[in-house]
């Protein structure tokens, strides 16, 4: 049930792509749902003790409500974040709804992770087509372990404001590769430390009753996390200096939404 929230707002913003003075209702439609995913997704990132995606959850609700307010007002900046959205599920869909291409991937990704591990001298074997195990722990891999989430969702963000060919081709050498060989990285580090036991440590916030988890559980969920958000963060950085207009534009919304932020909380003050 949960996957079909995602399936309709890949259809909405897939929608907003097609020209015509009434797309900021298929718009409105995929922000809203991809919203009600995310509180769809709580008990599962509550289960992995996972807080990231559920404090993204409580603060999309202003950003919905903001997002939803100027898109009816047809305003150029929500607009054109919405443009980056529609591209990034333009990309993403492919994979995660035609099981040949997502499978095909995660295949991919497996098998140059093994070959990683097995390099630096981590033997791993497969159990299944997308399980790696090593001393007697399994890891599997799924599409969300292949980085075109995060491809996918960058490439969405150059793609927000106009573009020569050359910004175009850089921005993609930029993102695409770095992403994915840094996720082949992450994938093998996480392998690594979970089979291993690097980080056995406060079984009282990292555990979930599975031996071994709190490995698991620092090197994916906070370590694999935050290393993964200095790439984004450099990755934007680059992109701004290839596309200066990405500058203005996320100045644009940041001045957007602060405003609109404060005022919601300094109302009637």
């Known amino acids: 049930m949960i996957e079909y929230l995602v399936l309709v707002s890949c259809i909405g913003f897939l929608a907003f792509l097609i020209p015509g003075r009434s797309r900021k209702y298929p718009a409105i439609v995929g922000w809203v749902f991809i919203v009600l995913f ?11 003790n996972n807080f990231v995606y559920p404090l993204m959850a409580f603060l999309s609700v202003p950003f919905l409500y903001i997002t939803v307010k100027y898109l009816l007002r047809d305003d150029p900046r929500v607009i054109n974040l919405s443009r980056a959205a529609a591209v990034a599920f333009l990309i993403y869909a492919p994979f995660e709804y035609i099981p040949v291409f997502g499978d095909w991937l995660i295949g991919v990704v497996v098998g140059q992770v093994v070959f990683i591990l097995n390099t630096l001298g981590y033997t791993a074997t497969l159990t299944e087509w997308n ?58 580090f996480v392998i690594m430390a979970y089979t291993e ?17 709190e490995s698991f559980f620092w090197a994916h969920n906070v370590i694999a996390e935050l290393l993964a958000l200095v790439l984004l963060v450099a990755i934007a950085y680059g992109l701004f200096k290839i596309i200066p207009k990405l500058g203005d534009f996320a100045d644009d919304l940041y001045q957007l939404y602060s405003c609109e932020v404060r005022a919601m909380f300094y109302r009637g003050k």
């Open 38 to 48: 995310l509180f769809a997704e709580l008990p599962y990132y509550f289960s992995l």
């Open 131 to 188: 399980i790696i195990a090593r001393n007697s722990l399994r890891v599997e891999i799924i599409l969300a372990c292949t980085g075109i989430q995060s491809i996918a969702i960058m490439l969405g963000v150059a793609a927000a404001v106009p573009t020569t060919s050359r910004q175009k081709v850089a921005a993609f050498v930029l993102i695409a590769p770095v992403i994915y060989i840094l996720n082949l990285l992450r994938n093998a």
């Open 197 to 213: 036991q690097w980080f056995p440590y406060f079984p009282e916030i990292a555990s979930n009753g599975e031996f071994g988890y």
